[in-house]
Structures are given as C-alpha cells and as structure tokens.
C-alpha cells in the first residue's frame, strides 16, 4: 500500500489529514506500506506525536512501514527531535536547542515523563514567567494529561510526545498522544452520558466534570491549562474520536471529524513573546493576577 502525506501543520486540516492515513491503514496487516512525503512541504514537530503514535500502531500490527521522498527541510526538522531515528535515519544534533524530542513512553514511565517534562518544557527560558505556585500547578497539569492517558484511556500501546519552539514565530509546541479508548467511550463507560465525540471533549474541558474512577483527559488540569493559554495568547487542541475542541482567543469551537482518530491528542501551543508574569489569584490580591 502506497499514501501520499501532505503537508503537516498543528492545526485541524494538519490532524485530519493525519486520520485520513489511520483509516486507510487500520485494518493493513503484514503489509507493506509505503509513506511518500514527496508532498509534504512543511511538518510541525510536535505533530510527531501523533503521527509516530499512528505508524506504531501500524507496526503493531506487523506491516512494515517505510518514510520515502522526504524533503530536506523536513528531513532536518524531523531527525533533530530523534524522530526519524526510529525508522532507519541518524538523529543529527539540535545546535540551537529548538526541540523537545520525540518519545514513546511506556505507561509505567511516570517518573520518566516527569523529568521529561521538567528539563524540556517547564525549564525552558522561552516560557513566560510565572510564580512558585502557579508553576506547580502548571506542572501538576501538564502531567495529569500523561497519568489520565494512562488510568483512563487504558493504552497498552505508550505514551507518545514531541514538541518544538519556533523563534521567528515566537511559539512553543508541545503534543501529547495516546492511543487509548477517546474521551467519548470513557465518558459513556464512566457515567451513561452518550455525546457525539466532540461534546464530549468539551464536557472534560469544564472544571470539575469528572467520571465515577476520577478526572478524564481534562477536569481541572486541562480547565487550568486553557485559562492560562487565554491570558497568554496561545491555543489548545484537543482531538479523540472523531472530535475535534481548540480554545484561542478565549474562544472555543467543536467540530466533529471525518473519520475516528485511534485515541486521544492534546496540544498545547505557548506565546513566547508574551512578557508578563503570571500567579494564581490566591497568591497575589493585587491587579493583573492569575
């Protein structure tokens, strides 16, 4: 089997077309597939979460799976964060420390991913500034999305993340993928509540929504999560099932997807131009607070 990918950006056409590859792959096995990147001019780094979570499923199911064509930028992008080291190419060094490399995790590499994100994101001097207290909070939440792939998705296949921070944008990307049961069958299994997929990311996005065995992908981490991107100017996506939820600009839009992604995505996109400080409300009683 032969696809062609096009162009990969961290956006909604970037993820669909990631789920047009799942479906028609899904149900290869000991197949040989084989991935053109000819047409793909331009691939977000953190977007190799979710694309590596999509080829591991592939080999799971013993097909063999090879990357041709692929242009040098992308190429270049793709061997600094080790991505492409899993599929025959040398990882080259990262002379400017733009990335946060690809990982696979196991589900039991809890105190791995903390360290990962520590030293890779919450330590990065890009990040805006932020006081004891809400950056303990930042942490809690960034790792809640890793502990609630692993009790709620009930993946037996890892944990994928990646992310990248471009200069010239001032951005920082950062994506977290598993390839569990969504966030829809979750919510149904948990507390009868039947919503189409993209509702249903909504209803673990609100605060305190949880199911009877504790939070789903979101509850107040992801609630903490998106309060900060709207002071901060940046954005977060969410895709599980066919469902697609992305909060910018203290806006959220829903949108229902094609076809099925085999788990759940959570992307984070960080302003870093923005220079303000940030702190919970409970910490300062001043203006401009948290």
Same mark, same amino acid.
């Given at each position: 089997m032969r696809f062609s990918l096009p162009e990969i950006r961290h956006d909604q056409a970037g993820f669909e077309a990631l789920i047009r590859l799942h479906a028609q792959t899904k149900d290869c096995l000991f197949d040989d597939i084989d991935i053109d990147m000819g047409a793909t001019t331009w691939f977000d780094a953190d977007m190799?979460?979710?694309f590596g979570a999509i080829l591991y499923r592939m080999g799971k199911n013993m097909n063999t799976v090879k990357l041709e064509n692929i242009r040098p930028n992308v190429e270049k992008i793709l061997s600094k964060n080790g991505f492409l080291s899993h599929y025959g190419r040398e990882k080259i060094p990262d002379q400017w420390g733009t990335t946060i490399p690809y990982?696979?995790?196991?589900?039991?590499?809890?105190?791995?991913?903390?360290?990962?994100?520590?030293?890779?994101?919450?330590?990065?001097?890009?990040?805006?500034?932020?006081?004891?207290g809400l950056l303990k909070k930042f942490r809690e939440s960034i790792f809640e999305i890793f502990s609630n792939a692993v009790l709620h998705s009930r993946t037996e296949q890892g944990i994928f993340?990646?992310?990248?921070?471009?200069?010239?944008?001032?951005?920082?990307?950062?994506?977290?993928?598993?390839?569990?049961?969504?966030?829809?069958?979750?919510?149904?299994? =948990?507390? %009868?509540?039947?919503?189409?997929?993209?509702? !249903?990311?909504? @209803?673990?996005?609100?605060?305190?929504? &949880?199911?009877?065995?504790?939070?789903?992908?979101?509850?107040?981490?992801?609630?903490?999560?998106?309060?900060?991107?709207?002071? =901060?100017? %940046?954005?977060?996506?969410?895709?599980?099932? !066919?469902?697609? @939820?992305?909060?910018?600009?203290?806006? &959220?839009?829903?949108?229902?997807l094609s076809q099925p992604f085999p788990g759940t995505v959570?992307?984070?996109?960080?302003?870093?131009?923005?220079?303000?400080s940030y702190a919970l409300s409970s910490e300062l009683s001043e203006e401009n607070i948290f």
């Open positions: 190799c979460a979710a990982q696979r995790l196991d589900v039991k590499d809890d105190r791995y991913f903390a360290g990962y994100i520590e030293n890779e994101l919450i330590r990065r001097s890009e990040m805006p500034s932020m006081s004891l993340s990646c992310g990248q921070f471009f200069p010239a944008r001032h951005q920082l990307d950062f994506s977290v993928t598993d390839l569990g049961i969504g966030i829809r069958q979750n919510v149904k299994e =948990n507390t %009868g509540l039947d919503f189409a997929p993209e509702e !249903a990311i909504a @209803w673990a996005t609100k605060g305190r929504n &949880t199911t009877k065995r504790g939070q789903i992908p979101g509850g107040l981490g992801l609630k903490l999560l998106g309060e900060f991107i709207d002071l =901060n100017g %940046g954005r977060i996506q969410i895709v599980s099932d !066919a469902g697609y @939820w992305r909060r910018e600009k203290c806006e &959220t839009v829903t949108v229902g959570v992307s984070l996109e960080i302003n870093t131009a923005d220079t303000q």
